[in-house]
């Protein structure tokens, strides 16, 4: 550990994310555990951090109070709920330090309040931090701006573990948000999520979201672009939260010295 290594805050810490973004950390050159914060009346408040996530001793408690932490860090990482991270969005602006929101199933208002304060933060937020995914998106993208919609139809799905509790996931609204980029559409409006019963025949130009959950799948995605005798394919799938875990902590480490504002892993990639 070095005194110019970037100090972070990890939130939610007894989770599984939580859990890999310390063990990602104290493995990563550049950065250090600074502190750790999970939620009042949490078990895990008041041990130790390294402990929880299966390092050993590391010599940061865990603790319910991010005020201090957030205080004297350099940046916090978050794989929270919409509603805590809009608070940590707060004490991020106040502090002006980076705040790398993971953080899936936002609603428009959490993100106008998270942009509200990247007037003063620097953020960094995406349905998902992994290069293999951001990268899927641009193609993605390329794809369905390619494969016009008079032609081609757009299937977003998705597979993740049981415990899971949005859907569809940050990531597929992140492809199918990519799709729609290329298509020069809004996807809210031309997005179908349902289908069940009666449904008649597919609309035109619509993308379709399908979503499975079972088992302990940490995210399986594909995007299928289906024509009149073919179908083109474009898939991920992650084996190991850890991609994310490093995928946060080096877009904090990107975020460190820049200006404030609201960005996505497609600039800290440079694939914007």
């Known amino acids: 550990m070095s005194d ?14 939580g859990q890999a973004l310390i063990r990602a950390v104290h493995a990563m050159a550049g950065v250090q555990v600074f502190a750790a914060v999970a939620r009042t009346g949490s078990p895990f408040v008041g041990k130790d951090a390294g402990e929880v996530a299966g390092l050993g001793p590391i010599g940061v408690s865990i603790t319910s109070e991010p005020l201090e932490a957030f205080a004297h860090a350099e940046g916090v990482l978050d794989f929270t709920t919409p509603a805590t991270t809009v608070e940590f969005a707060g004490l ?26 990247a007037r003063h933060a620097r ?12 990268l899927l998106s641009v193609l993605t993208e390329q794809a369905a701006r390619a494969l016009g919609p008079q032609d081609w139809d757009i299937e977003v799905l998705e597979m993740h573990h049981k415990r ?12 199918g948000e990519a799709a729609a980029r290329g298509r020069g ?5 031309n997005s179908v999520r349902v289908r069940d019963g009666h449904t008649g025949p597919r609309p035109s130009g619509t993308i379709g979201f399908a979503t499975l959950r079972g088992g302990s799948v940490i995210g399986e995605h594909s995007v299928l672009i289906a024509g009149e005798g073919e179908t083109v ?12 875990a490093r995928g ?21 990639l440079g694939l914007n």
């Not at 110019?4 to 994310?17: C, E, K, N």
């Not at 799938?237 to 991609?243: G, V």
Request: glycine share 8%; aromatic share 4%.
């Open 248 to 268: 946060a902590v080096h877009a904090a480490l990107w975020a460190r010295d820049r200006k404030p504002g609201f960005y996505s892993m497609l600039d800290v």
């Open 164 to 175: 899971k509790v949005d859907a569809p996931s940050g990531t597929a609204l992140l492809l």
């Open 123 to 134: 953020v960094v937020k995406s349905g998902n931090m992994s290069l293999g995914v951001n």
């Open 92 to 117: 991020a602006a106040q502090a002006r330090i980076v705040h790398v929101v993971g953080t899936t199933g936002c609603s428009q208002e959490d993100d106008e309040k998270i942009k509200a304060a």
């Open 185 to 189: 559409i809004e996807l809210a409006t």
């Open 4 to 17: 110019s290594d970037m100090r972070l805050v990890i939130v939610g810490a007894g989770g599984r994310m």
């Open 233 to 244: 394919t474009l898939s991920h799938s992650a084996t190991d939260r850890s991609i994310f």
